[in-house]
T-cell receptor, first 110, second 111 residues
Framework: SQTIHQWPATLVQPVGSPLSLECTVE??????LYWYRQAAGRGLQLLFY??????ISSEVPQNLSASRPQDRQFILSSKKLLLSDSGFYLC?????????FGPGTRLTVT | DAKTTQPPSMDCAEGRAANLPCNHS???????VYWYRQIHSQGPQYIIH???NNETNEMASLIITEDRKSSTLILPHATLRDTAVYYC????????????FGGGTRLMVKP
């Protein structure tokens, strides 16, 4: 069966520190993968998507970056976090025409 | 992708049917209508999707008008656990099937 993992589940980081969030999927190959962010009290915002290894498209200019080093691995990074980076980060992937979301990482930047 | 419009909030009595409307008047022929819901502090959960025909699964029914400009998600017997924000999204099979979430409808199921 298809499974999507994210870690860590929660993270508290100081302003200016680096960030690395990881997403991995099981049970499929060559999935389309997505990173979303949900700020407190707001809707979901698409950040990045990837249709294959090394292929990243950015939807919103910001201090975040994404990488796809392996077929089933999608990483969200930042060199220096901002307070505005706080939020709930979700990884998602497509199975046919259906999208499924991971459990999410709650990031608090202090 | 087509923009969707939903009421910001709705109430429903427990055990009654919850009918959540969505307008997508600019939907194109290859765009599907998807419904997701997000329970507080959790990731969105896929509910159902459709293109032209009405659809039903174990969670809900989706009624799409003949002109495809609007749809209704029906939860036949709402429970307290159905309290969530429900998102209606229109998305086509291109650009990696990106989802653009609007504000959704906050459904409150009351005892």
């Amino acid at each position: 069966s298809q499974t999507i993992h994210q870690w860590p589940a929660t993270l508290v980081q100081p302003v200016g520190s680096p960030l690395s969030l990881e997403c991995t999927v099981e049970g499929t190959s060559n999935p389309n993968l997505y990173w979303y962010r949900q700020a407190a009290g707001r809707g979901l915002q698409l950040l990045f998507y990837s249709v294959g290894i090394g292929q990243i498209s950015s939807e919103v200019p910001q201090n975040l970056s994404a990488s796809r080093p392996q077929d089933r691995q999608f990483i969200l990074s930042s060199k220096k976090l901002l307070l505005s980076d706080s939020g709930f980060y979700l990884c998602a992937w497509v199975v046919g025409v259906e999208q499924y979301f991971g459990p999410g990482t709650r990031l608090t930047v202090t | 992708d087509a923009k969707t419009t939903q009421p910001p909030s709705m109430d429903c009595a427990e055990g009654r049917a919850a009918n959540l409307p969505c307008n997508h008047s600019t939907i194109s022929g290859n765009e599907y209508v998807y419904w997701y819901r997000q329970i507080h502090s959790q990731g969105p959960q896929y509910i159902i999707h459709g293109l032209k025909n009405n659809e039903t699964n174990e969670m809900a029914s989706l009624i799409i008008t003949e002109d495809r400009k609007s749809s209704t998600l029906i939860l036949p017997h709402a429970t307290l656990r159905d309290t969530a924000v429900y998102y209606c999204i229109a998305v086509g099979n291109n650009a990696g099937n990106m989802l653009t979430f609007g504000g959704g409808t906050r459904l409150m199921v009351k005892p």
